[in-house]
């Protein structure tokens, strides 16, 4: 089993920025791949960003050049670190960790971007 906890969501203004952690534990060993995914109001579930275990990245268009993935193998930690945002990046943000057996989901954070 693998818990996910994600935390750094909030309101900001467009052109800001935010930093999303996603702490993992558990079975942290059985993990290959991490990705961030999002889901506005409406939509479907899009992956934002995704990190391997080995630390290839991969992320969806319409945020390179200002989102950045990364993680900290010592805490077992993801992190989205969030630049120029838009008001179109507004959406519940949610971490997911793959397994060879399954996947597993965070709670979701809120991320709101307006003036």
């Known amino acids: 089993q693998v818990q996910l906890v994600e935390s750094g969501g909030g309101l900001v203004q467009p052109g800001g920025s935010l930093r999303l952690s996603c702490a993992a534990s558990?079975?942290?060993?059985?993990?290959?791949?991490m990705g961030w995914y999002r889901q506005a109001p409406g939509k479907q579930r899009e992956l934002v960003a995704g990190i391997t275990s080995g630390g290839s990245t991969n992320y969806v268009d319409s945020v390179k050049g200002r989102f950045i993935i990364s993680r900290d193998n010592a805490k077992n930690t993801v992190y989205l670190q969030m630049n120029s945002l838009k008001p179109e990046d507004t959406a519940v943000y949610y971490c997911?960790?793959?397994?060879?057996?399954?996947?597993?989901w965070g709670q979701g954070t809120q991320v709101t971007v307006s003036s």
């Open positions: 558990g079975s942290i060993f059985s993990i290959y791949y």
């Open positions: 997911k960790a793959v397994t060879v057996s399954r996947n597993y």
